[in-house]
T-cell receptor, first 110, second 116 residues
Framework: QKEVEQNSGPLSVPEGAIASLNCTYSDRGSQSFFWYRQYSGKSPELIMFIYSNGDKEDGRFTAQLNKASQYVSLLIRDSQPSDSATYLCAGNTGGFKTIFGAGTRLFVKA | DTGVSQDPRHKITKRGQNVTFRCDPISEHNRLYWYRQTLGQGPEFLTYFQNEAQLEKSRLLSDRFSAERPKGSFSTLEIQRTEQGDSAMYLC??????????????FGSGTQLSVL
């Protein structure tokens, strides 16, 4: 079992819709979780991080963490074509190193 | 530009040759990671350093791979006797870790390795 798992997609949503990206993790010792965005041919860049159970909002992005279910999600409201990218879920595992999932490709159709 | 520099950007080599990549992290960052990424996959953990100490190396990593971070500054990743399966993007990332929760990674542009 991989430490961080994501549905590779692609996920396709129309412009203006809500995109919902999901991630599960296996290490209950993981304390913090991150969402990175990676445009084609570019390196990952951090967009959200969350440490506590519940929701965390930043602009059009909301990260959700449920430690009991070992589940992390990212909601993107009012999706724009510029949001089209691969979204990488990452967890800081019990070994205190950052492990990434395989990423979910998101397409936002104009 | 994140402030993390990697050199070279591209490397083409023949099977069996040795290659070395360099990463210069953000100067005040104490942690440095090496990841490998192939098309359609997320970054795969290779190894990481806290200052000059190498804390962990992936169990999946061949002995042909070695990394150093002398004096806790720049780092090098060497691959000996390269194989075609080593072809990938090699990403370096750095972070300033003050406590166990604080791990925001800043990535370099990567080194694209092609083994012919």
């Amino acid at each position: 079992q991989k430490e961080v798992e994501q549905n590779s997609g692609p996920l396709s949503v129309p412009e203006g819709a809500i995109a919902s990206l999901n991630c599960t993790y296996s290490d209950r010792g993981s304390q913090s979780f991150f969402w990175y965005r990676q445009y084609s041919g570019k390196s990952p860049e951090l967009i959200m991080f969350i440490y506590s159970n519940g929701d965390k909002e930043d602009g059009r992005f909301t990260a959700q963490l449920n430690k009991a279910s070992q589940y992390v999600s990212l909601l993107i409201r009012d999706s724009q074509p510029s949001d089209s990218a691969t979204y990488l879920c990452a967890g800081n595992t019990g070994g205190f190193k950052t492990i990434f999932g395989a990423g979910t490709r998101l397409f936002v159709k104009a | 530009d994140t402030g993390v520099s990697q050199d070279p950007r591209h490397k083409i080599t023949k099977r069996g040759q040795n290659v070395t990549f360099r990463c210069d992290p953000i100067s005040e960052h104490n942690r440095l990671y090496w990841y490998r990424q192939t098309l359609g996959q997320g970054p795969e953990f290779l190894t990481y350093f806290q200052n000059e100490a190498q804390l962990e190396k992936s169990r999946l990593l061949s002995d042909r791979f070695s990394a150093e971070r002398p004096k806790g500054s720049f780092s090098t990743l060497e691959i000996q006797r390269t194989e075609q399966g080593d072809s990938a993007m090699y990403l370096c990332a750095s972070s300033l870790v003050l406590d166990r929760e604080d791990e925001k990674l800043f990535f370099g542009s990567g080194t694209q390795l092609s083994v012919l």
